[in-house]
């Protein structure tokens, strides 16, 4: 009885986690053709082509439902029927959600009644574009094909040719592919040229040809989040003795950004090839090779890589060479600067080139110049190359295939004009307020990042603009000996701190300044010049919601910055964790505010524009009367210790805190901090960490649970306990937008830090100025407990929520006119 019991709860379990996990698209059919009956294959039904279920039309007078008399005991239902047309005959879906879709058509050919099905030649179209040409076969085919929809009717049309007469299928499928499964930007396009960024790849047809779990076995259906199957790598490997598998056991690190279970399911990322170090006649030094057969000489392919880094024991260990047709695609690559310090965790990356003479795409990965010689090593876990299939070279269906084009550059256009508006926009800001941008990628003393600055000649510029002499930052210059008086010459006992570039004490000065004194690992690696532009930046920059420099020391080769200091630390103390006495809702906004004024001013203030790169909730800190000021903005954090010309990727930022932009654009920008402001804001009001690995995998990362129970309108479940009826409705909904817009996937949806600001003073008089009946939000005490929010009745509180049926800018009972006459009057707006 009871191992029944037990095993019935780990049913239900199983069943709930694989529910939870599955993907579930909202456009999917699944058709059996030629059948009067439904049909399952891996789970899935495949519904009788016949049957009219109003969201898909056959229009076909003349087709034949054709079923194999001898079906062969191995192949599955599916294929034993299919359908056969003597005229151009066509398959509309309706369209529910825009954007890419998956479609694939099955075709497994059979003799019956008459019909040789392996005899049929005929072509494809969808939505007029020929995806098949005379097309034939006499084995059992799967043609995948990732297409953007874009209109209300997705239409499949088949059109035999005259020399047979006929064609057929025996199965489709038509369903919505995941969020950013092809993304617009991302992409490197590899040529002969050099590379550059490819855009606008979801616009392109793409046509699956391979699809390899390198290192590892089959996978079918069964195993893959989007039914795909995947194939072992051994065939294509050029030289066998190279490579030697790795697997763990262990289930990849997913991080919001990086690559999830639909971009490949768990096992493509557990397994690998790595180089074979066993055998001495190849030598230290050697590339994996794989060349893959692609049908067709000088055509263009998305080749898309997949990495997980599961052979390296600890971080920044791995660094090597990618090529694709023997050019250079990634040089150096460090995948845990991609997957922000985290081993074993999924990225893909994209590549565009083309095919080579023979028809082949090649691809090699092997060791970087600058790994070291125990960790020589490179690493593949999967590979996907889709030919990008060229709609437009087709010489049929070209009326329709009009339309689609203009219909597509009327969207094109659309797009390329508010990128253009988008793009004049940033310029102008940027010339506005960065007349001299500074060196983009530095580590050292130089972190600043600079938005737009990339040139390294740039670095001397500043360097001598800000000498000393021109602008007399001398003035802060403090005696080593004062320093050392102030510190109690580095007593341990006064270390508050400690980071990469070396401790942080705490100190009083002589004229009884209370300091954070950071003083650089003597004799490190930083060098002098960096330094003093980074003095030269921070010590123009003032202002009230900034952590300033006081002062700096190089003398005795020492580099020391000092700082004001904050005497209750960081915010993450007063959230949770330190038993400190609980922060109120409007001490909370408060500083939240503070906090979003500072970096709105490093953004946009008269100085430069500077990117904070890391913000979180123990960047910002707090003084005696709680008022938030951002620190640490001028401070690397510790960078891999190899030479310098590497760690010009080093990434700047913490894990949970992110960009999930980053990921793919590998650039930080003003948007990242705004991203990960918006993080901050969740933390605030759920008193818990940006990521807390103990809770259940859907809780883990904060943006994205805070954000499920967002989108369902029902923030208040996850409130933190301590703040149950104390915030109103109003004032909770504004900042659960303005939260909301800070987590948007692509930088250019979220707010600027203006706006992020204008929205939190807008919170706090929601919060002050409303009638006091205005009901409160009553939270949950447990929501720790409660189940994952999917499984959460859709709109099971909605009735709450409706209680404030609003105007949509979350006012609900007082007029915006009046919110604004009072924002005016607020100081320092
Ligand atoms: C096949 O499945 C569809 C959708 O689930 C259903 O509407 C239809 O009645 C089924 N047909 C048969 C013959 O079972
Ligand atoms: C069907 O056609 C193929 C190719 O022409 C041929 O090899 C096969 O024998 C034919 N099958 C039957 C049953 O006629
Ligand atoms: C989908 O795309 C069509 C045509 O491009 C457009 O008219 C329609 O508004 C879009 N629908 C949604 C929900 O975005
Ligand atoms: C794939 O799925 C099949 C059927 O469920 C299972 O037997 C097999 O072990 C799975 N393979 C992997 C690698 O998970
Ligand atoms: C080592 O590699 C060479 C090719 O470089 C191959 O001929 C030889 O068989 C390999 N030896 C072993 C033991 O795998
Ligand atoms: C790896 O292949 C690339 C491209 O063919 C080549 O330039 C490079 O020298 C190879 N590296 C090694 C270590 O053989
Ligand atoms: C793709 O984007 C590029 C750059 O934004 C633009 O020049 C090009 O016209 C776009 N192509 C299409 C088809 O929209």
């Known amino acids: 009885m009871e191992t029944k019991t ?169 369903f919505s592919a995941p969020k950013d499964f092809i993304v617009d930007y991302g992409a490197k396009l590899v040529s002969a040229d050099g590379i550059e960024e490819y855009q606008n790849l979801s616009l392109h047809v793409l046509e699956t040809i391979h699809r390899i779990n390198v290192g590892g076995s089959k996978l079918t259906a069964f195993n893959d989040t989007l039914w795909r199957t995947w194939i072992p790598d051994d065939d294509f490997l050029v030289l066998k003795t190279a490579a030697k598998r790795v697997a763990t056991t262990h289930t990849p690190n997913y991080q919001s950004g990086g690559a999830s279970p639909e971009i490949a399911p768990d096992n493509v990322y557990m397994t690998a090839q790595q180089m074979n170090k066993d055998n001495a006649t190849l030598g230290a030094r050697f590339n994996i090779t794989w060349d893959f057969p692609v049908g067709s000489s000088g055509v263009r392919h998305l080749v898309r890589l997949h990495f997980c880094d599961i052979v390296s024991t600890s971080l920044n260990q791995l660094y090597f060479d990618v090529y694709v047709n023997d050019l250079s695609a990634y040089k150096d690559l460090d995948l845990s600067t991609l997957t922000f310090h985290m081993l074993s965790s999924p990225v893909y990356l994209d590549l565009i080139a ?30 996907e190359i889709m030919k990008m299939v060229n709609v437009l070279d087709s010489q049929t269906g070209y009326k329709k295939r009009r339309i689609w084009i203009v219909l597509g550059s009327i969207f094109g256009g659309l797009l390329v004009f508010s990128l253009v508006v988008l793009a004049v926009v940033l310029l102008c800001k940027c010339r506005k307020q960065k007349p001299k941008p500074r060196r983009a990628e530095s580590v050292g003393w130089t972190p600043l990042r600079v938005y737009g600055g990339s040139s390294h000649t740039r670095l001397s510029e500043v360097t001598v603009n800000a000498s000393p002499g021109s602008n007399g930052y001398h003035s802060l210059r403090i005696p080593i000996a004062d320093i050392q008086l102030a510190t109690n010459n580095f007593d341990e006992n006064l270390i508050i701190g400690s980071g990469g570039f070396g401790m942080v004490y705490k100190g009083v000065l002589k004229d009884n300044t209370k300091v954070a004194v950071k003083r650089g690992v003597p004799g490190s690696r930083q060098g002098l010049p960096e330094f003093q532009t980074e003095i030269a930046v921070l010590s123009r920059i003032r202002h009230r919601h900034l952590v300033s420099l006081i002062g700096y020391c190089e003398e005795q080769s020492e580099m020391i910055l000092v700082y004001e200091y904050m005497e209750r630390g960081p915010l993450k103390n007063h959230l949770y964790g330190s038993g400190y006495p609980t922060l109120s809702w409007k001490q909370r906004l408060e500083i939240c505010i503070g906090a979003a004024r500072g970096l709105h001013y490093l953004h946009t203030g008269s100085t430069q524009g500077i990117i904070h790169r890391d913000i979180k909730s123990t960047n910002i800190l707090l003084d005696q009367n709680y008022v938030a000021k951002v620190a640490d ?102 900042y659960g937008e303005t939260a909301e817009k800070c987590l948007a996937d692509y930088g250019v949806d979220r707010p600027t830090m203006g706006d992020v600001l204008w929205n939190l003073e807008y919170v706090l008089q929601l919060q002050e100025s409303g009638p006091s009946r205005e009901p409160r939000v009553n939270g949950n005490a447990n929501a720790q407990e409660l189940p994952s929010p999917s499984m959460v009745p859709q709109g099971s509180s909605s009735d709450d929520a409706g209680a404030e049926k609003d105007d949509g800018n979350g006012v609900s009972d007082i007029t915006t006119s009046k919110v604004f006459s009072q924002l005016m009057t607020n100081e320092g707006r």
């Open 633 to 734: 903005f001028g401070l690397s954090r510790s960078g891999p210790c190899l030479n310098e010309t590497h760690v010009s990727t080093g990434v700047k930022g913490s894990f949970g805190y992110l960009d999930p932009e980053y990921f793919r654009r590998q650039q930080l920008t003003d948007k990242s901090d705004v991203y990960s402001f918006g993080v901050v804001l969740f933390e605030v009001l759920c008193a818990r960490p940006a990521v807390d690995p103990l809770l259940a995998r859907e809780q883990v990362n904060l943006a994205e649970w805070a954000m499920q129970w967002q989108k369902k309108g029902i923030l208040e479940k996850i409130v933190d306990p301590h703040l149950v009826g104390q915030i109103k409705r109003s004032s909770l909904k504004k």
């Open 6 to 174: 037990l095993h019935f709860l780990s049913l239900i379990i199983i069943s709930l986690i694989s529910s939870s996990t599955s993907y579930s698209p909202t456009d999917n059919y699944l058709l059996n053709c030629g059948s009067a009956t439904n049909t399952s294959l891996y789970n899935r039904v495949f519904v009788s082509d016949a049957s009219r279920t109003g969201s898909f039309f056959l229009s076909a007078d003349r087709s034949i439902s054709l079923a194999d008399q001898n079906p062969s005991p191995n192949s599955p239902a599916l294929y034993h029927t299919a359908r056969v047309f003597t005229t151009p005959s066509s398959y509309k879906f309706n369209i529910k959600k825009n954007g890419t879709h998956l479609v694939r058509f099955h075709f497994s050919p059979f003799a019956a009644r008459g019909f040789n099905l392996s005899t049929a030649k005929f072509s494809v179209l969808v939505n007029g574009n020929v995806m098949l040409n005379d097309f034939s076969t006499q084995v059992v085919v799967l043609k995948e094909y990732i297409i953007k929809a874009n209109d209300k009717m997705l239409e499949i049309l088949l059109r035999p040719v005259a020399e047979s007469g006929f064609g057929f299928i025996s199965a489709i499928e038509v």
């Open 354 to 383: 083309d095919s080579d003479d023979l028809g082949t795409m090649r691809v090699s990965v092997g060791p970087s110049d600058i790994s070291t010689s125990l960790k020589i090593n490179a690493i593949l876990n999967g590979v």
